[in-house]
């Protein structure tokens, strides 16, 4: 069945970078495009970034310039860097495909 396993979340303080993985299984990783989405506290999910099954990759305006999604397709693994955080950035960060999400994985931007 589909999995899709979020890791890298914690807590760094404002300015810093993390770096989120997302290890999918269950389907043809290499054939689609792959999302990552986020939920702050008392918000609704939103999308963050995507990338397709050729690398183009498209951003929210608030992570552009921050953040960098990357994919791996031999190691079914989407990456998301995340450069100089804010406080905002706060939130449950999602793995997606289709109408898949994988567990999340809690980062936490504060000093």
């Known amino acids: 069945q589909v999995q899709l396993v979020e890791s890298g979340g914690g807590l760094v303080q404002p300015g810093g970078s993390l770096r989120l993985s997302c290890v999918a299984s269950?389907?043809?990783?290499?054939?689609?495009?792959m999302k990552w989405y986020r939920q702050a506290p008392g918000k609704e999910r939103e999308w963050v970034a995507d990338i397709t099954s050729s690398g183009n990759t498209g951003y929210a305006d608030s992570v552009k310039g921050r953040f960098t999604i990357s994919r791996d397709n031999a190691r079914n693994t989407m990456t998301l860097q995340m450069n100089s955080l804010k406080p905002e950035d706060t939130a449950v960060y999602y793995c997606?495909?289709?109408?898949?999400w994988g567990q999340g994985t809690q980062v936490t931007v504060s000093s």
């Open positions: 269950g389907f043809t990783f290499s054939s689609y495009t």
């Open positions: 997606v495909w289709a109408a898949y």
